[in-house]
């Protein structure tokens, strides 16, 4: 079975410009959360989506969004970029988001300049 | 309060020598569940090993096996027989309740194995 996939790996954005992320979760997953990672502030949970529905939601700007598509694929966006926001972003998936193992993808490294 | 805590930034450990990388975590609720993850320099985190809240015995997956003191809210990961590919963050996580899939995470412990 092929695992989570994210796209782009790598990008560069400019302050003020807007960024989305992509994530294909594992075939049959429908769960689909999205992490932050900073070397300032860790592993902070952005948000978790089931059927094409937000389920939870960390504690991030409205700056901050994310949708969910049929085939469970999500995407996340970030408009309004600011330079704190250069990070890993990680993807992952799970069957039903019932408490069961999640497993990430590669991540996207932002770089905002 | 940190609701999961690793005290130890950075460990070496000798290949093929065992290492215990410690995690402590906080929560009221009584249904929890704990993860260890793996983190190389390329950014992936690699699911190791899960324990749940009621679960009776300890886990162990291959080389990996947590150590779980409930009491003690302590959950933490042994390694055994350390290879170089060992070399890498490690991230205790805990879930909160039995619905949503939200993770909390520790500040990681970098192991470096040495040869």
């Known amino acids: 079975k092929a695992g989570v996939t994210q796209t782009p790996r790598y990008l560069i954005k400019t302050r003020g410009q807007q960024v989305t992320l992509s994530c294909s979760p594992i075939?049959?997953?429908?769960?689909v959360s999205w992490y932050q990672q900073t070397p300032g502030q860790g592993l902070q949970f952005l948000f978790e989506?089931?059927?094409?529905?937000?389920?939870n939601k960390g504690n991030f700007p409205g700056r901050f969004s994310g949708r969910q598509f049929s085939n469970s694929r999500s995407e996340m966006n970030v408009s309004t970029l600011e330079l704190g926001d250069s990070a890993l972003y990680l993807c992952?998936?799970?069957?039903?988001?019932?408490?069961?193992?999640?497993?990430f993808g590669p991540g996207t490294r932002l770089l905002v300049l | 309060a940190q609701k999961i805590t690793q005290t130890q930034p950075g460990m070496f450990v000798q290949e093929k020598e065992a290492v215990t990388l410690d995690c402590t975590y906080d929560t009221s609720d009584p249904s929890y569940g704990l993860f260890w993850y793996k983190q190389p320099s390329s950014g992936e985190m690699i699911f190791l090993i899960y324990q749940g809240s009621y679960d009776q015995q300890n886990a162990t997956e291959g080389r990996y096996s947590l150590n779980f003191q409930k009491a003690r809210k302590s959950a933490n990961l042994v390694i055994s027989a350390s290879q170089l590919g060992d070399s890498a963050m490690y991230f205790c996580a805990m879930r909160e309740g039995e619905a949503g899939n939200m993770l909390t995470f520790g500040g990681g412990t970098r192991l470096m194995v040495k040869p």
């Open positions: 992952a998936s799970s069957f039903q988001g019932l408490g069961e193992t999640q497993y």
């Open positions: 075939s049959g997953h429908r769960s």
């Open positions: 989506y089931f059927s094409e529905t937000q389920r």
